[in-house]
T-cell receptor, first 109, second 116 residues
Framework: GQNIDQPTEMTATEGAIVQINCTYQ??????LFWYQQHAGEAPTFLSY????GLEEKGRFSSFLSRSKGYSYLLLKELQMKDSASYLC??????????FGAGTTVTVRA | GAVVSQHPSRVICKSGTSVKIECRSL??????MFWYRQFPKQSLMLMAT?????????EQGVEKDKFLINHASLTLSTLTVTSAHPEDSSFYIC????????????FGPGTRLTVT
């Protein structure tokens, strides 16, 4: 089976930085995705890592270490609209996505 | 960007009836579509993989006779929940992939099914 772990909840202040960690143990690895999901909506793509290192995209950055089975999503300059669930998903060799349970981020004024 | 639509967005049906959910890729051809189910405050669970022109591949624990999937064209996949029961009430989300080499799945907006 697939095992993808991420914290359940995180709270941060507007303007701050939050780092969401994700560790995985999967049968095969073909990339790691981060998605944002607001309540009652479908996930929206944030980032994709397949090689080790940091990918930066505006206020969001994602890091991957394949040897450690570890990734993190970094959200900078937090805004109220960033309050959402953040899903870590591993793409398996057969192109299926296996999702973590999601981290609910609450941004407070 | 790639757009995926789902219809209906919300549906309420009575126990024992069947419900069909459509997933369409609007501006690209999707060789593969995926169907997920998401219960409240839980993550997405893959139900099945749908390939155009062939039978769907179901994940372990998902009843293929209850959740019928048809991928009749490169832009349309349908999920039919047969003989629905209240425990089938969930958020059903589809995603579409352009091709086998593509890395991104594009998600539809989801369908909220409530079985009374």
């Amino acid at each position: 089976g697939q095992n993808i772990d991420q914290p359940t909840e995180m709270t941060a202040t507007e303007g701050a930085i939050v780092q969401i960690n994700c560790t995985y143990q999967t049968s095969g690895f073909n990339g790691l995705f981060w998605y944002q999901q607001h309540a009652g909506e479908a996930p929206t793509f944030l980032s994709y890592n397949v090689l080790d290192g940091l990918e930066e995209k505006g206020r969001f950055s994602s890091f991957l270490s394949r040897s450690k089975g570890y990734s993190y999503l970094l959200l900078k300059e937090l805004q109220m609209k960033d309050s959402a669930s953040y899903l870590c998903a591993v793409r398996l060799r057969d192109y299926k996505l296996s999702f973590g349970a999601g981290t609910t981020v609450t941004v407070r004024a | 960007g790639a757009v995926v639509s789902q219809h209906p967005s919300r549906v309420i049906c009575k126990s024992g009836t069947s419900v069909k959910i459509e997933c369409r890729s609007l501006d690209f051809q999707a060789t593969t579509m995926f169907w997920y189910r998401q219960f409240p405050k839980q993550s997405l669970m893959l139900m099945a993989t749908s390939n155009e022109g062939s039978k769907a591949t179901y994940e372990q624990g998902v009843e293929k006779d209850k959740f019928l999937i048809n991928h009749a064209s490169l832009t349309l996949s349908t999920l039919t929940v047969t003989s629905a029961h209240p425990e089938d009430s969930s958020f059903y989300i589809c995603s579409a992939q352009r091709g086998q080499g593509a890395y991104e799945q594009y998600f539809g907006p989801g369908t909220r099914l409530t079985v009374t």
